[in-house]
C-alpha cells in the first residue's frame, strides 16, 4: 500500500499529489512512468513521475480527471492509500550533448515537460518553454516552467492570457528567425506533437516525442502500447512502455496512433459516467 502524502488540485479537472514510494523516488528519473491501482478491483493506469523527492522517499503525479480511475484516485485524500504503485518504468529522455532545448508542451502534458525541463536546467542547457492551453481557467505549473527556463512563452487558444494561439506559432517565428535548438521535446495531445514536429521539420531540427498510448502491463506484453515507425522506408512496430515514451517524432505514425487512442472512447464515456453515479448515491 501506497500512501498519499499530499494533495492539490491545479485546475478543475486536474490533481496533483505526492505518493509514498521510496524505492520509485531513488531511481526514478526524467521521463519515466509509473503504473499505479487505485483499490484492488481497479484497473491499471498510466501515469508519468513528475518530480521526486528521494529525501522524503515520494513520487509526484499530476492527473487529468477524465476516466473512470482518475475520477477514483481524485476521491482519495490525504492519508489514505493507493493498492499499488509500480515503476519507475520506461526510458528517461536523453540529455547527453543537448546544451539547447526547447520544450513544447500542452495542456495536461506540461506535467511530463515540467520534470524534463527541470532536468536540463539543473544541466546547465539553455531552456526555452513553450506551453499552451485552451484558456487562462486550466493553465498550470506556470512558476514551475519559469524557474527552470531561460526563457517562457505561454499561448492560449483564446487569447485570455499570454499570447493567443497555439504553441506551433511563436516555434515557427523562433525557427524562421534563424533560431536554432539542438533538440526540441514535445510532450501533450498527439495532434498537437504531430504539428510541431511537422514545424521542425522545416528547418530540420531534430524532435523527440513522449508517446502515451493505451497501456495495461507496461512491459510489453499485452500489445496495446504498440506503435508504428517509419524509418528508412521500412515500417517498424515499437512498445511505448519498454520503447519509449519517447521518440524520434519525424518516425512516428501520427494518424494511426491517434486512431488507436480512439478505440474505446465510448468504453471509457461509459465506466466515467457509472463511477461519478457510484459516488453522487455514497454523497445521497
Known sequence: ????????????????????????AAKARPGQFIILRVDEDGER???????????KGTVK???????????????KNEGEYLQDFVGPLGRPTRTEGIKKVCIVGGGVGCAIAMPVAEEFHR?????????????????ILEDEFRECSDRLIVMTDDGSYGREGNVTVPLKEMLENGETFDEIITIG??????????????????????????MIDGTGMCGCCRLTL???????????CVDG???????????????????????????YEETCNLFAKEVE
Open 61 to 75: 503525479i499530476i492527473f487529468q480527471i477524465v476516466g473512470a480511475t482518475t475520477k477514483k484516485l481524485e476521491h
Open 123 to 139: 544541466l546547465g542547457a539553455d531552456v526555452t518553454s513553450i506551453i499552451g492551453f485552451r484558456n487562462r481557467d486550466i493553465l
Open 45 to 55: 493506469i498510466p501515469l508519468t513521475v513528475a518530480g521526486t523527492d528521494r529525501e
Open 189 to 214: 495531445p498527439l495532434i498537437m506533437m504531430k504539428f510541431v514536429t511537422l514545424t521542425a521539420k522545416q528547418f530540420n531540427i531534430p524532435v523527440t516525442v513522449s508517446m502515451n498510448p493505451i
Open 1 to 24: 500500500m501506497y500512501k498519499i502524502i499530499t494533495k492539490k488540485p491545479l485546475n478543475e479537472t486536474v490533481c496533483q499529489m505526492e505518493i509514498e514510494a521510496p524505492l520509485v
Open 245 to 271: 515514451p519517447d521518440f524520434d517524432g519525424y518516425e512516428v505514425d501520427f494518424d494511426e496512433a491517434m486512431s488507436r487512442n480512439r478505440m474505446y472512447t465510448d468504453f471509457e464515456r461509459h465506466a
Open 230 to 240: 517509419d524509418r528508412e522506408g521500412e515500417r517498424v512496430t515499437k512498445f511505448a
